[in-house]
C-alpha cells in the first residue's frame, strides 16, 4: 500500500464521537480530515472545517466527497454499503465495504466466524414465526433473539424464557429476518481491538473487561482480570478473524468469557470501539492512531499500555458534572460536544489511570 503523505486528506464518513477522535488523532499527525454526516454540527464535523452534510444514501454526495478526499473509512457500520461500493473504485475504502457487509449483519458474522472455526454461541436463521418456534425448539431457551441489521446498545433483540408467547417476541421485533441465539452464562464480557494494515502487519491491544447497564457499555477495566493463557487466546481469536477479514483498519471483537474458561466470540465492530477508548490516555498509540496509521499506509504503532486504566461512559446528564470530573486525580476527562443531552447518550468519557509507583 502506497503510504499517504501529511496534507493527505481523510475522509471519515459519519459524525460520531468515534469520527471525531480518529480525525483528532489524524490532525496530530498532520493529515486533514473530511467527515460525511447527516446531521450538521454533529460531534466529529466540530473538530473539521470540511464536512459534507448529506444522508449517507445519497449516492451523488457520496461521490462528491469521494473526490474530494485521499482515503475514507468508517466511524459506525450501519451504513448502506452500495454508498462505498460505489466509490471503492475511486478511493481506497478501509475497512472494504465487503467487510461492512459481513459485520452489519448478524447471520452473516456468525456464519463468518463458523467458517474460520471460531466459537460462538449455537444460533439459527429466523425468518418467520414459525422458525421462531423451530428454532426455539433445537436451542432451548432462554435464548436471545435479535434482528439480522440496525441493532446495537441493546435495540433490535429480545430475550425469551422458556414460558413467553414466541408470537409476541417475534412481533416484537417487527417480523424482522432475525437471529436466534442460545443464551450464554458467563463470567465477563471482554473485547479485544486488533489493527491491521494491508500487508499483514497486526497490532493488538489487551484483552478488557466490560460491563453493560441497561445494555449500554458503562464502564471498561484495562487490562482484564483473566490469567495470561486466556488473554494469549483472546488475542489470537482476534487476530485470526482480522486476517480472515482481510481487514484493513481495526476491528473490536467482543467475547463472552464462560465460567469453564472457554471465550466465544459474541459480535465484531470493524472500526474504533468504545471499549478501546483507555488506550488514548494509557497507550503509547491509541486505537484511533492505529485506525489512522493502518489506512494511510503507515507502520503500526506500540499497542502496550504504560498504565492499567478504567474508563467510565458519561451518559445522558451524568454529563454535566464535568467540573467536579475534571478535578479527579490520576484522570482524563474526554467531552463530545453534544447537544443535546438525552438519557442513555454518551456524552463523553472519563478514563483514570493506575500509574505504577515511583521506587522508593
Given at each position: 500500500m502506497?503510504?499517504l503523505?501529511p496534507?493527505?486528506?481523510?475522509?471519515?464518513v459519519?459524525?460520531?464521537?468515534?469520527?471525531r477522535?480518529?480525525g483528532q488523532?489524524?490532525?496530530?499527525l498532520?493529515?486533514?480530515?473530511?467527515?460525511?454526516?447527516d446531521?450538521?454540527?454533529s460531534?466529529?464535523?466540530?473538530?473539521?472545517?470540511?464536512?459534507?452534510?448529506?444522508?449517507?444514501?445519497d449516492l451523488d454526495?457520496?461521490r462528491?466527497f469521494?473526490?474530494?478526499v485521499d482515503v475514507?473509512?468508517?466511524?459506525?457500520e450501519n451504513?448502506p454499503?452500495e454508498?462505498?461500493q460505489a466509490i471503492?473504485?475511486d478511493?481506497?475504502?478501509?475497512p472494504?465495504?465487503?467487510?461492512?457487509?459481513?459485520c452489519?449483519?448478524r447471520?452473516?458474522?456468525?456464519?463468518?466466524?463458523q467458517?474460520l472455526?471460531?466459537p460462538t454461541?449455537?444460533?439459527?436463521a429466523?425468518?418467520?414465526?414459525?422458525?421462531?418456534?423451530?428454532?426455539?425448539?433445537t436451542?432451548?431457551?432462554?435464548?436471545?433473539?435479535k434482528?439480522r441489521?440496525?441493532?446495537?446498545d441493546g435495540?433490535g433483540?429480545?430475550?425469551?424464557?422458556?414460558?413467553?408467547?414466541?408470537?409476541?417476541?417475534w412481533?416484537?421485533?417487527?417480523?424482522s429476518?432475525?437471529v436466534l441465539?442460545?443464551?450464554v452464562?458467563?463470567?465477563?464480557e471482554?473485547?479485544?481491538i486488533?489493527?491491521?494494515?494491508?500487508d499483514?502487519?497486526k497490532?493488538?491491544y489487551?484483552p478488557?473487561?466490560?460491563?453493560?447497564?441497561h445494555?449500554?457499555?458503562?464502564?471498561?477495566i484495562?487490562?482484564?482480570?483473566?490469567?495470561d493463557s486466556?488473554a494469549?487466546?483472546?488475542?489470537?481469536?482476534?487476530e485470526?478473524?482480522?486476517d480472515?477479514l482481510?481487514?484493513?483498519?481495526?476491528v473490536a471483537?467482543?467475547?463472552?468469557?464462560?465460567?469453564e474458561?472457554d471465550i466465544?466470540?459474541?459480535?465484531?465492530?470493524?472500526?474504533?470501539?468504545?471499549?478501546?477508548?483507555?488506550?488514548?490516555?494509557?497507550c503509547l498509540?491509541?486505537?484511533f492512531?492505529?485506525v489512522?496509521?493502518?489506512?494511510?499506509?503507515l507502520?503500526l504503532g506500540?499497542?502496550?499500555r504504560?498504565?492499567d486504566a478504567k474508563?467510565d461512559n458519561?451518559?445522558?446528564d451524568?454529563?454535566?458534572a464535568?467540573?467536579?470530573l475534571?478535578?479527579?486525580?490520576n484522570s482524563?476527562?474526554?467531552?463530545y460536544g453534544?447537544t443535546?443531552?438525552r438519557?442513555g447518550?454518551?456524552?463523553?468519557h472519563?478514563?483514570?489511570?493506575?500509574l505504577p509507583?515511583a521506587?522508593?
Open positions: 502506497t503510504i503523505p496534507n493527505s486528506t481523510i475522509g471519515i459519519g459524525g460520531g464521537q468515534l469520527g477522535m480518529i488523532a489524524a490532525s496530530r498532520g493529515y486533514r480530515v473530511h467527515v460525511f454526516t446531521q450538521a454540527g460531534s466529529a464535523a466540530q473538530i473539521t472545517d470540511q464536512a459534507t452534510v448529506a444522508a449517507y444514501d454526495a457520496m462528491r469521494a473526490q474530494a475514507v473509512t468508517i466511524e459506525f451504513l454499503v454508498g462505498l471503492a473504485s478511493v481506497s475504502v478501509c472494504s465495504p465487503d467487510v461492512l457487509a459481513v452489519q449483519d447471520l452473516k458474522e456468525k456464519q463468518f466466524l467458517s472455526d471460531v454461541a449455537p444460533f439459527a429466523v425468518s418467520t414465526a414459525a422458525e421462531l418456534k423451530s428454532a426455539i425448539t436451542l432451548g431457551a432462554p435464548s436471545v433473539l434482528t441489521r440496525m441493532g446495537y435495540k433483540q429480545v430475550m425469551i424464557q422458556a414460558d413467553d408467547d414466541l408470537d409476541a417476541a412481533h416484537t421485533l417487527r417480523g429476518e432475525s441465539e442460545g443464551f452464562t458467563f463470567e465477563r471482554m473485547s479485544v486488533t489493527a491491521r494494515t494491508a499483514g502487519e497490532a493488538s489487551v478488557v473487561e466490560n460491563q453493560h447497564e445494555h449500554i457499555l458503562a464502564k471498561t484495562a487490562p482484564a482480570p483473566i490469567p486466556q494469549t487466546a483472546a488475542v489470537a481469536l482476534a485470526r478473524i482480522a480472515g482481510d481487514l484493513v483498519g481495526i471483537v467482543e467475547m463472552f468469557q464462560t465460567f474458561g466465544l466470540v459474541n459480535e465484531l465492530a470493524p472500526r474504533p470501539h468504545n471499549s478501546g477508548h483507555w488506550t488514548i490516555d494509557a498509540v491509541s486505537q492512531e492505529q489512522v496509521r493502518a489506512i494511510t499506509g507502520p506500540a499497542p502496550e504504560f498504565a474508563m458519561l451518559l445522558g451524568a454529563a454535566e464535568w467540573l467536579d475534571i478535578k479527579q486525580p482524563r476527562l474526554h467531552l453534544k443535546p443531552i438519557p447518550r454518551k456524552q463523553g472519563i478514563t483514570t489511570l493506575r509507583t521506587p522508593s
